[in-house]
């Protein structure tokens, strides 16, 4: 009974992790509460794994590197790549790989990608490159170089720490390097062969008729004072700038056919590029609509262009974990709460696509509003606002921003100690002179008081994946606990008894990479541990290589833009759902080839 509850909650974790009807962290709260208010964990047992002190050095590690990131180390580093352009395109493209891989041995994938995505856009422009071909390889990237070092990845930790519990022994701080190096040279040796080309044959030619590239979806109001009131769309379209999408009245949307009479407070719906929809915005006769309320009394004369308070258009990237994710742009009220305008929101092409026909259906009370559009990860919003405020915005991880304006003045006076302290707090937990917990959390104080990173920057973390791990560790007990991953385990042992061994590997990786997608890494290896440790029992052979290929599955899910270091480079590359599955495809079958092959080698299967 016990075996069937934890397997029906963890199908139920699978169902909401994909669809995400409800927020990852409280998909991650309601596992636990499932597992101790069914009694198949005591509520000691059931929370004990946020008090594990890897959850602690995961938090730990995310706080360290924002000062990493405020000392400007990740940028000097990535202004050096540039030079390599002369060499021409290829080398930028691997030197850039190969850095990002580097950082990521240390640092968090996400965090190591989202620090070197401005770096790697300004690059592939100074060097002619398309971003869509540099942006998607450099996630790979970061998260190839997660496989090399123990916290490389969170999901290295978390495997660490559940391993330790089922008797295995934690895993070493190198011990996955004579691996983890061949898997990230041969990953990034292969994103370099066929990214290029495959995204290249899959992009798709021009239309005569196609929107400029990257048009943000906008919208103006036109006040009861208008000299628009009364004018056919046909007239009012050239003043605008950005062609018309919809005309909305009463909150009921119409086509914005040509002959369309304009009324007191409608709103026009407009498509363009950034240029056209600034334009728009600042048109005679209109108001500014996207936040969803009545439009404003005419402002006050903008400052002169250079002075601190002087209006700056950005654009900006919603990241993975934003608070801002799930959120209606008029809900997210940018304007009352930070200062700032939302002049558009621009989506990946088919989304796009989507988006305004659903703009124009009818029935559906304030169906045509942008301000009703649900902000998701990956989008792309157009700004306006001072430079202090966008500096505030930055600052408070809310959003990346990708050009216009440098996000909070670097302090690279202190690059050099922040390196120093963040090297020495890893050696020091390295050399287990300090636990790793104890020693992250000295690193991250010592960057503080030494004024490396502002506190409140510091502790901008990503608690979502602090919930995760906690409730993620709670359920690999829960599957020990209760039988169902040797249940499920056996199962699997004796499906691949023919193939012995190697074959309930290569069952074992394949259903780790197969689950990180609707799950997350973490989440799929810690389900896939007490499997795997079942399927050994059952084969009477080492279940350390078995879990330790579970561990590096867990880092290679490349098929599907699900994982937040290429969710991060989605919106800003233009890329398709295809466009994973093209070039994840084949570098995913490589590396579950090597993983089979190798992992026997270095971790044998006799005991």
Not at 44 to 64: E, N, P, R
Not at 112 to 136: D, H, I, N, Q, Y
Not at 394 to 413: F, M, Q, T
Not at 534 to 541: D, E, N, P, S, W
Request: aromatic residues 4%; positive net charge; charged residues 15%.
């Amino acid at each position: 009974m016990a075996a069937a509850l934890v397997l029906g909650t963890v199908l139920l974790a699978l169902v909401l992790f994909w669809t995400e009807w409800v927020p990852v962290e409280v998909t991650s709260l309601l596992v636990v509460c499932l597992l101790a208010a069914t009694g198949v964990l005591t509520p000691k047992q059931a929370f004990s794994g946020f008090s594990d002190d890897t959850v602690i050095f995961i938090f730990t590690l995310l706080a360290m590197t924002q000062g990493l990131a405020a000392t400007g180390v990740v940028k000097a580093v990535g202004e050096r790549l540039t030079v390599l352009g002369r060499f021409g395109p290829t080398a930028f493209l691997l030197a850039l790989l190969v850095t990002v891989a580097a950082f990521s041995a240390f640092v968090s994938n996400t965090v190591t990608a989202a620090a070197f995505l401005p770096v790697a856009v300004s690059g592939a422009e100074r060097v002619g490159l398309p971003k869509r071909e540099v942006l998607m390889p450099m996630a790979y990237a970061s998260m190839l170089g997660g496989t090399v070092l123990l916290f490389g990845t969170s999901t290295n930790l978390v495997m660490s720490a559940a391993m330790a519990r089922s008797g295995l022994g934690r895993i070493g701080v190198t011990e996955l390097a004579p691996l983890g190096l061949p898997i990230a040279a041969l990953g990034i040796a292969l994103v370099v062969l066929v990214a290029r080309p495959l995204l290249r044959r899959g992009e798709r030619p021009a239309e005569p008729e196609a929107v400029p590239e990257r048009a943000y979806l906008s919208e103006v109001a036109v006040p009861a004072g208008s000299p628009h009131v009364g004018q056919p769309l046909s007239e009012v379209a050239p003043t605008l700038g950005a062609r018309p999408v919809a005309v909305v009245r009463d909150g009921e949307p119409q086509p914005a056919e040509p002959g369309a009479v304009l009324a007191p407070h409608d709103r026009v719906v407009v498509e363009g590029r950034r240029e056209e929809i600034v334009g728009a915005a600042a048109a005679p006769g209109v108001a500014l609509g996207t936040g969803g309320a009545p439009p404003p009394a005419p402002a006050a004369p903008d400052p002169a262009p250079g002075a601190p308070d002087a209006p700056v258009v950005v654009e900006a990237s919603v990241p993975p974990g934003s608070r801002l994710a799930g959120k209606a742009v008029a809900e997210a009220d940018l304007a009352a709460q930070l200062g700032l305008d939302v002049l558009g929101i621009h989506r990946r092409p088919v989304v796009q696509r989507l988006t305004k026909l659903q703009l124009l259906a009818p029935g559906r009370r304030r169906g045509g509003s942008i301000g009703a559009l649900p902000i998701a990860a990956g989008d792309l919003l157009l700004l306006r606002g001072p430079r202090e405020r966008v500096r505030a915005l930055a600052d408070g991880g809310l959003l990346l921003v990708l050009s216009g304006v440098d996000a909070e003045p670097l302090r690279r006076r202190k690059a050099l100690l922040a390196a120093a302290i963040f090297l020495g707090a890893l050696g020091v937990g390295t050399a287990g002179l300090l636990p790793l917990a104890v020693a992250g959390l000295a690193g991250l104080l010592a960057m503080i008081f030494t004024g490396c990173v502002d506190a409140r920057r510091a502790l901008r973390v990503d608690w979502r994946v602090v919930l995760l791990v906690g409730s993620m560790l709670a359920l690999g007990l829960a599957m020990e606990e209760s039988g169902a991953g040797r249940l499920v385990g056996e199962r699997l042992a004796a499906a691949g008894a023919l193939a012995g061994p190697h074959g309930v590997l290569l069952a074992l990786v394949v259903l780790t990479i197969v689950l990180s997608a609707p799950m997350s890494n973490q989440a799929a290896a810690l389900v896939m541990l007490p499997v795997a440790i079942a399927a050994a029992h059952r084969l009477g052979v080492d279940p350390r290589p078995f879990a330790i290929g579970v561990t590096l599955a867990g880092s290679c899910s490349f098929v599907t833009p699900l994982e937040p270091a290429s969710m991060l480079v989605y919106g800003a590359g233009r890329y398709r759902f295809s466009d994973f599955v093209r070039v994840g495809t084949p570098l995913t079958l490589g590396i579950v080839a090597l993983l089979t092959l190798a992992v026997p080698l270095v971790w044998p299967f006799a005991r």
